[in-house]
């Protein structure tokens, strides 16, 4: 299970945090991400880590984002900074026990919205 908290309202240029907290499966987490879904559009993959701490990022949050890990707490972060109003969406997180493919468990999503 994931149960993700945080996000809210921000001014563009502002900075948002988000959280995830994995429970059941923490012993066999490989890949942790979050993808966001903003209105009309298709979910997206906004930044990936792996259990060593290998990051990926969308070319779009490159520079302002930050996904980091805290194994022990087994809980996955979002620094979002320099939001901006196509920042708004629903951020989800999501992990995987593998190192490819789809990943099977998901948070229940928490909205990030961004006002210019």
């Known amino acids: 299970q994931l149960q993700a908290s945080g996000g809210g309202l921000v001014q563009a240029g502002g900075s948002l945090s988000v959280s995830c907290a994995a429970s059941?499966?923490?012993?066999?987490?490989?890949?942790m991400a979050w993808y966001r879904q903003a209105p009309g559009k298709q979910r997206e993959l906004v930044a990936a880590?792996?259990?060593?701490?290998?990051?990926n990022y969308a070319d779009s949050v490159k520079g302002r984002f930050t996904i980091s890990r805290d194994n022990a707490k087994n809980t996955v972060y979002l620094q979002m900074n320099s939001l901006k109003p196509e920042d708004t969406a629903v951020y989800y997180c999501?992990?995987?026990?593998?190192?490819?493919?789809?990943?099977?468990?998901w948070g229940q999503g928490t909205q990030v919205t961004v006002s210019s």
């Open positions: 880590i792996t259990n060593a701490g290998s990051t």
């Open positions: 999501a992990a995987a026990l593998n190192t490819v493919g789809r990943y099977p468990y």
């Open positions: 059941g499966i923490i012993f066999s987490i490989v890949r």
